[in-house]
């Protein structure tokens, strides 16, 4: 039997010289969706892309900080970003996380790596003493919701565009 070798992921706070990596995938992962979404002209989604998203990202990025937001990078063993993730506290509950973004870096992608990810976050979270993770993810992004649904997220609440999601953490001894 072939068992596919789970990533082990560590998660840092984002450096500096890791942010604009971050951001020129968040920029590239918005043109693919607004093409997907939106119709936008692959020749032309990711100058849209940058006009449009980019001075929204830079200014939360500069006051995630200050709001308590946490940003990190995903290290694989090799010392490698593979990802990255923004999370922030939920003002819906107490106890509670809000998984902003994760982005697998594109050359990651498909190797178990947002998985991994989402493992370490979870665990990093319940050892925190975070009681459940929310989130919401695109009606349209098949692959990210295949990947909450088996790790167990439930749906809470659903729009045209973006599905709400759960996950009750439980700490790891």
């Known amino acids: ?28 992962n918005y043109a693919e969706e607004r093409v997907r979404d939106a119709a936008w002209p692959r ?14 990202l830079e200014r939360e990025l500069a006051e995630a900080g200050q709001q308590g937001h946490d940003l990190w990078s995903a290290i694989n063993t090799d010392g490698v970003v ?12 107490l106890r509670s996380a809000f998984l902003y973004q994760i ?17 370490a976050l979870e665990e990093r979270l319940a050892r925190d003493g975070i009681d459940e993770l929310l989130l919401n993810v695109n009606v349209g992004n098949l692959p990210a ?9 439930e749906q809470v609440g ?7 999601l759960r996950k009750r953490l439980t700490a790891m001894s």
């Open 43 to 56: 020749s032309q989604a990711l100058e849209r892309a940058c006009a449009e998203l980019l001075p929204m």
């Open 82 to 93: 593979v990802g990255w993730l923004w999370v922030r506290p939920s003002g819906e509950r």
């Open 145 to 153: 919701r295949r990947l909450y649904a088996t790790a167990g997220y």
């Open 1 to 28: 039997m072939n068992v596919a070798r789970v990533p082990r992921i560590t998660l840092v706070p984002l450096a500096e010289h890791h942010r604009d990596a971050f951001i020129q995938e968040e920029l590239a």
């Open 158 to 164: 659903e729009d045209r565009r973006v599905r709400r």
């Open 103 to 119: 982005t697998v870096a594109e050359s990651f992608r498909g190797q178990g790596y947002g998985r991994a990810i989402l493992a």
